[in-house]
């Protein structure tokens, strides 16, 4: 069992920056596929950005290569995402996720394949 609690949300004006974590607790010993999912009202929940804790390897959506980060640092079990010149189209409810391996590598973004899931940090973008 995986418990994941999201903080870091709040309002920033276009072309700002804020980052956002996820603590981790449970079973964190083990290899796992981290992200960062994201869901504005109205639209499907969209993957943002995946880490493997293992092999540090990181998938990103094109609507955020370059403007966004993710990281992962296993000796405090915390997960980040550095967002940077923010637009009004990145507003929405941001979560972290994760699954246990393996998670091909054309599923990362896809929300049906993880497991454990925090409540969700709001991110508004202002023009």
């Known amino acids: 069992q995986v418990q994941l609690v999201e903080s870091g949300g709040g309002s920033v004006q276009s072309g700002g920056s804020l980052r956002l974590s996820c603590t981790t607790s449970?079973?964190?010993?083990?290899?796992?596929?981290l992200a960062w999912f994201r869901q504005a009202p109205g639209k499907e929940r969209e993957g943002v950005a995946t880490i493997d804790t293992t092999y540090a390897t990181t998938t990103y959506a094109e609507s955020v290569k370059g403007r966004f980060t993710i990281s992962h640092d296993n000796a405090k079990n915390t997960l980040y995402l550095q967002m940077n010149s923010l637009k009004p189209e990145d507003t929405a409810k941001y979560y972290c996720?994760?699954?246990?391996?393996?998670?091909?590598?054309?599923?990362?973004?896809?929300?049906?394949?993880?497991?454990?899931w925090g409540q969700g940090t709001q991110v508004t973008v202002s023009s």
């Open positions: 449970g079973s964190t010993d083990r290899r796992f596929h």
């Open positions: 996720a994760a699954s246990p391996p393996p998670i091909t590598w054309w599923q990362l973004l896809k929300a049906e394949k993880y497991i454990y």
